[in-house]
């Protein structure tokens, strides 16, 4: 899921879901651990190891993290509550791509046939207005990644979330990412809130209720898990 605030708008969701109990809730260290966490699987330049995305999947339009294999892989490590946010980040992440956007749009070939290959894609159907678009035309800031960039101060301001958070936190162990490279994410948080509130009026893929319903649908998800230590 392409868009910092979104990440930073389920981490706090799923902060508030937390039993008021749970040291995440209580220990200002350890939320603030969750939250740069779960900004870490996208701090680097190739995200394909970061995300745990399955080499079968290479060349397709969508990939998604296989979470499986990074808890697999880090699950001693769950202690740590930063690598609790990289994990909610990988779930979110699957959950987005795996199950909502396809509801939103379909990729077509020339045809107008659906078509999953990056290479034979040549447009995208956005199914809520029922226009077609070009393949680059849609992936601009015109489409989908403008949708999310007009979302941002919207999200900020109506989830009244922490866009500078304490750097000072150690990797436990996790390879695929440098902990350090989190505050360049956090520098580039800055310039998102520059855009208008009103812009999220304006949106051309998603609907911003029906999006927030999946999102804490997913997050809710994420917690139930959560709660019953899906890392032991």
Known sequence: MPGYILHLTCACMALEMMPESSILRQNT???NAFLAGNFAPDAVTDKSFSHFRSPDRNGAMIEYPEVTEFRKKYRHLFGDSSCLGYDFHLYIDRRFFLDYLPLLIEF???DGKSEIRMDRVAKVLIKRTGRTVPKNDFFSEE???GDFTKMNSYLIKHF???VHLDMNIQNPGIREVDYSDIAIVMEQLKEFCSVPEKAADDLKVFEMENLLNFLREATGDWVEEWNTGFWK
């Open 160 to 162: 009244h979330l922490p």
């Open 108 to 110: 077509q070939d020339e």
């Open 29 to 31: 260290k350890e939320r």
């Open 143 to 145: 489409y989908y990644y």
